[in-house]
């Protein structure tokens, strides 16, 4: 019997049991993913506490060294330069790109996914030739009159944070734009009505509505950050690393596969614990991370 | 009157300023990289003194520039093809199914991509050492294969959920066999998820950069690593025509997407 009358008489279906169906089809992706995701990246955080001897010592040594420590410094400085900066100037481009007309908006919108999917080598090289010595922008500056000799712009900090926030740019600019297109206009017509001025306008209404994708774009971009390997170890010196080149530095040159991995909990635990964050409070966004 | 251009007064130009400026700093490394490819001067200075081909025909007559592109090549096509019938499959699974643990199955396929991709290297450099499979062209295309997969479940799981089940349910009425009709009518309906999904996974794996480092090996090495390889040497303009190469194809591959999607659309 699969229905019954209530009261009423009224039948109503029962509750039919669910089967669980097309679990089949995703066996071989589950298969794949975990033999060659889950478990070489299981199988390498394991190794960060039983190489060379079981135990925290990997950790004590990561935290315990002033080198170490300065590494993760620079890391976080970097990022959250980039982020900073990223946000600035990304607003202003995210607001005129939801208010511009037609044309022009475009071709700004072509330009940014271009440079999205630009390969990242050829943009970082470009950097590198850029920022040197005797590279465009120290001529420019020069030829300007506003420096008399050229500025240390790679091999250094300052180098990892244009060409970071160079690739990062797109990616906080696009969201943002979302979250401004989404705004209603008349909020601040309303705001205007009862008296507030432009800069008011800005700061008590345009701002605090956009602020939940502010916040969601820069706390994906100060992620993404966090994990990069080749924009720092290209255009940064081999005095200012980041922690993404440690962890390669530990496996390919000293083929120390404990510390290897500890370095490699430390990044993965502050990146998803972030993301964890991100999704509790912005929702979903798909980042792409390299 | 904050979201309205024509009433921003002189703010409009501010904000436009700022806008062509950004635009200008992203196109800048673009465009830089193209003209460098075609100047004379060996120390990149710029503007060159004359323009020359030089660089290309360097690029060209190295056999080890046109293997890793060949090598790069061979390796994008198998992970696209692998990508987007292990994401078809996964899709139908993820969105037609119902099991226990599905959301968090999915939001495993899609941790790849959130991962810093430098713990996925070095730990899969560590798990090839051991199986044997370093070095070799299968390591690539496994490992290309983990960071494609996840673009490519997203697009095709996205076009599937937009596809109405009971035009599919349909054609099995009017006596087609479910296989039949998945093919014949669902399929094609979805096919601007599986051309993204192809895209997107061709360009993963060939611009993947990070992994390819730890996987390559002396005999073989994809592109993006020998650029790599070679820019921790010198900044010879070699790179910069290598580097336009590249960029040129990402441009062509971005065009065949906007203008497939504006076909399948009407």
Redesign the interface.
């Known amino acids: 019997m699969s229905t019954f009358s209530d009261a009423s008489g009224v039948v109503t279906p029962l509750p039919k049991i669910r089967r669980p169906t097309g679990f089949s089809g995703v066996v071989p992706a589950f298969a794949f993913v975990g033999i060659f995701f889950v478990a070489p990246v299981a199988i390498l955080l394991l190794r960060s506490v039983l190489e060379p001897v079981p135990g925290l010592g990997n950790y004590a040594q990561l935290i315990g060294s002033s080198t170490y420590l300065k590494i993760f410094a620079n890391t976080f400085i970097v990022s959250g330069l980039v982020t900073v900066i990223s946000l600035v100037i990304g607003f202003p481009v995210a607001w005129a790109l939801a208010i511009m007309p037609g044309r022009l908006t475009s071709v700004i919108f072509a330009i940014l996914l271009l440079s999205m999917w630009t390969n990242l080598l050829a943009r970082t090289y470009a950097w590198m030739v850029l920022l040197q010595r005797t590279g465009l922008i120290n001529k420019m500056l020069m030829g300007m009159g506003l420096i008399d000799q050229p500025l240390a712009l790679v091999n250094n900090l300052t180098g990892v944070t244009i060409g970071m926030t160079y690739i990062m740019l797109p990616f906080i600019i696009l969201p943002l734009y979302g979250v401004i297109k989404k705004i209603d206009p008349s909020t601040l017509q309303a705001a205007a009505l009862c008296g507030a001025n432009r800069w008011q306008c800005l700061t008590r209404v345009l701002l605090p509505l956009a602020m939940p994708g502010m916040a969601a774009g820069a706390l994906m971009v100060f992620v993404m950050s966090l994990g990069y390997f080749v924009t720092p170890s290209l255009l940064g010196g081999t005095a200012n690393m980041m922690l993404a080149e440690l962890i390669a530095q530990f496996v390919q040159s000293l083929v120390n596969w404990g510390m290897g991995g500890a370095a490699a909990l430390v990044l993965l635990v502050v990146t998803l614990s972030l993301y964890a964050v991100q999704l509790r409070f912005f929702g979903n966004q798909n980042p792409g991370g390299r | ?5 024509d009433r ?2 002189w ?1 409009k130009y ?3 300023g ?2 062509l400026l ?2 200008a ?6 465009v ?2 193209a003209a ?1 490819s075609f100047g004379s001067s060996q ?4 503007p060159p003194p004359g323009w020359t081909f030089q660089w290309y025909r360097e690029l060209f007559a190295d056999p080890r520039w046109l293997e890793s592109a060949l090598t790069s090549f061979k390796i994008a096509v198998i992970v696209t093809v692998l990508s987007v019938l ?1 994401g078809l ?2 899709s ?3 969105v ?5 643990f599905r959301d968090a ?1 999915k939001a ?2 899609l ?17 090839f050492l051991r199986i044997g499979l370093g070095g070799t062209l299968t390591g690539f295309v ?2 290309h ?2 960071l494609a ?1 996840p673009f490519s ?2 697009s095709i799981s996205s076009a599937l959920e937009g596809f109405d089940k009971s035009i599919e349910d349909a054609a099995v009425l009017c006596g087609a066999s479910p296989l039949e009709a998945k093919i014949r009518v669902t399929l094609p309906a979805i096919s601007h998820g599986l051309f993204s999904a192809a895209v997107f996974s061709f ?1 993963t794996s060939w ?1 993947e ?2 992994v390819a480092i ?1 996987m390559s090996s002396p005999t073989l090495q994809t592109l ?1 690593v020998k ?2 390889a070679t ?1 921790r040497q010198d ?1 010879t303009p070699v ?2 025509a290598a ?2 190469l ?2 040129l194809l ?2 062509i591959l ?1 065009a065949l997407v906007a203008v497939v999607r504006k076909v399948l659309k009407q």
């Open positions: 009157m904050l979201l309205n251009f921003l007064g703010w501010l904000l436009l700022i806008t950004t635009a700093f992203l196109l800048l490394p673009i830089f990289i460098l120390w990149l200075i710029f292990l499959v996964t139908f699974g993820l037609r199914g119902s099991f226990m199955l495993l396929f941790t790849p991509m959130i991962l810093p991709v430098v713990v996925l290297a070095v730990a899969l450099y560590a798990f496994i490992s294969l983990v997969l479940i997203l360009l611009d950069v990070v730890f993006p650029v790599w820019l900044l790179v910069a580097s336009t590249l960029i990402t441009i971005m």
